[in-house]
């Protein structure tokens, strides 16, 4: 519906299940505009319009440049997106504010800057996309620029600020990222070896901490949150994180979870944690104040792996980090048979869980891997993801023989929601002469999985 002599046209819009009326115009240059008149009927749209011709204010708003509209994007304290996020109970990290801000300040300013917000289009954003592609952006980095140009044009448009969000079709590059490497058994053992301990581990906080992380999978910012109320009954209970930005937090899922502990650990951290108080670290620096850095941390580790053998150059190599304790124990839970929808539960993964166990149940699953570790006893347990495969024909009943090719398994594996990796394909299925598939192989089959 027009009102008549056609210089403008109201509208409804549908704005969070409210109908608010909006109205369009033509600018200088014969450019169709659309603007809201925050008006909720159509008499009421149409009477604000005609206020705003008479005063000749109808198409004279002051169209913000994406310089100034991003002036306070993504400062943490100022920025409207990630207080609008905040206010809905949603985490937002310091350190992912000024990373989006770097990139904001550094390479998608200096692009767009002096051009209006509404005239920024989704053939300009593509193009400019396709351009930092040229210059040799990884599409890692390339896939953060797209989400910081959805987040500010996406919020743009929820403000009333742009009628068209110019991102809608974006889409991120494909990243393959490097195969994280883990540490083997006998690496593991040679680690944390008691009668070198002094040696590999000059400082029993180091042992205790790395030690920690390769028996339960945590992340290290929520080892470095952890107080002595965490430890008891043989448990560890992970409910928050830690960053020298953010400070305590909330976990990467925002959920709490309880992890059984090594008998001879858990006797191990209750007598490190003697003597401090409950709202304490565990792992403080010197002053007590915060967790030790994780920079010190890092450099404890490698110089440990370097002692057992894996120099700098072999770690690189191998991708070896911090992180390799988590996907080592991932593999290994994995491996012993625990059903992945567990596996994500100890681990703190964020797809749904669709089973819940008790505290007695973790306990029984852990006995078990860890007596698989110690060479105690026999565990023998298949899986349901891999009786899925068997069932498929895919392998043979031994759970390792591939019947078909390993491509095919990669696929199945992911299909039932579990990432599929390299090392995990090398280690657990042998090829029909019995023995391992090599690396290129497994390589080849991840990728397969991920382009399907």
């Known amino acids: 519906m027009r009102p008549r002599g056609n210089e403008f046209g109201v509208y409804p819009k549908k704005i969070h299940g409210s109908t608010i009326f909006y109205y369009w115009f033509y600018d200088k240059n014969g450019k169709r505009r659309f603007r809201s008149t925050g008006k909720r009927s159509f008499d009421e749209a149409v009477k604000f319009c005609r206020s705003l011709q008479i005063k000749?204010?109808?198409?004279?708003?002051?169209?913000?440049?994406?310089a100034s509209y991003t002036n306070?994007?993504?400062?943490?304290?100022?920025?409207?997106?990630?207080?609008?996020?905040?206010?809905?109970?949603?985490?937002?990290?310091?350190?992912?504010?000024?990373?989006?801000k770097r990139l904001l300040d550094t390479i998608i300013t200096p692009h767009f800057g002096q051009q209006t917000l509404e005239s920024i289009t989704f053939l300009e954003i593509d193009k400019f996309i396709l351009s930092l592609k040229n210059r040799n952006f990884s599409n890692?980095?390339?896939?953060?620029?797209?989400?910081?140009?959805?987040?500010?044009?996406?919020?743009?448009?929820?403000?009333?600020?742009?009628?068209?969000?110019?991102?809608?079709?974006?889409?991120?590059?494909?990243?393959?990222?490097?195969?994280?490497?883990?540490?083997?058994?006998?690496?593991?053992e040679k680690l944390f070896d008691k009668e070198k301990k002094e040696e590999i581990w000059p400082e029993?906080?180091?042992?205790?901490?790395?030690y920690l992380a390769a028996v339960t999978g945590m992340r290290l910012g929520e080892i470095l949150a952890l107080g002595p109320q965490d430890i008891s009954n043989g448990m560890v209970t992970v409910s928050k994180s830690y960053s020298s930005m953010d400070g305590l937090k909330e976990t990467k899922n925002g959920k709490s979870r309880i992890i059984p502990l090594e008998?001879?650990?858990?006797?191990?951290?209750?007598?490190?944690?003697?003597?401090?108080?409950?709202?304490?670290?565990?792992?403080?620096?010197?002053?007590?104040?915060?967790?030790?850095?994780?920079?010190?941390?890092?450099?404890?580790?490698?110089?440990?792996?370097?002692?057992?053998?894996?120099?700098?150059?072999?770690?690189?190599q191998r991708n070896i980090s911090f992180h390799s304790y988590r996907h080592g124990f991932n593999t290994k839970l994995l491996e012993a048979g625990v059903a992945p929808e567990t596996v994500r539960l100890l681990t703190g993964h964020s797809i749904s869980m669709t089973a819940r166990y008790s505290h007695v149940q973790l306990s029984n699953i852990f006995k078990n891997f860890y007596c698989i570790k110690e060479g105690t006893?026999?565990?023998?347990?298949?899986?349901?993801?891999?009786?899925?495969?068997?069932?498929?024909?895919?392998?043979?009943?031994?759970?390792?023989?591939?019947?078909k090719s390993l491509n095919k398994?990669?696929?199945?594996?992911q299909k039932q929601n579990i990432q599929p990796t390299e090392i995990m394909l090398q280690r657990m299925f042998l090829k029909r002469n019995g023995k391992p598939y090599s690396p290129k192989a497994c390589k080849e089959a991840v990728i397969f999985a991920n382009c399907e």
């Open 72 to 100: 306070n994007f993504f400062d943490y304290e100022n920025c409207p997106y990630i207080n609008h996020r905040k206010a809905r109970g949603y985490s937002y990290s310091r350190s992912w504010a000024q990373r989006q």
């Open 56 to 66: 000749g204010q109808l198409n004279n708003k002051t169209l913000s440049s994406f």
């Open 140 to 188: 890692k980095k390339i896939n953060h620029i797209i989400t910081t140009l959805k987040n500010i044009f996406s919020y743009a448009k929820l403000s009333n600020e742009i009628e068209i969000d110019p991102c809608i079709g974006i889409k991120p590059f494909k990243v393959i990222s490097l195969e994280k490497g883990i540490l083997s058994e006998t690496e593991l």
């Open 377 to 403: 006893e026999s565990y023998i347990h298949t899986s349901a993801y891999l009786q899925t495969l068997i069932d498929e024909g895919l392998i043979l009943p031994d759970g390792k023989t591939v019947a």
């Open 409 to 413: 398994i990669a696929l199945s594996i």
């Open 263 to 316: 008998s001879n650990l858990a006797v191990t951290l209750i007598d490190f944690c003697n003597g401090k108080q409950n709202d304490c670290y565990i792992f403080p620096n010197n002053n007590r104040e915060k967790p030790v850095d994780h920079k010190s941390i890092y450099k404890r580790y490698y110089k440990a792996l370097e002692k057992i053998g894996i120099s700098k150059a072999e770690r690189v």
């Open 204 to 210: 029993t906080m180091y042992y205790i901490l790395n």
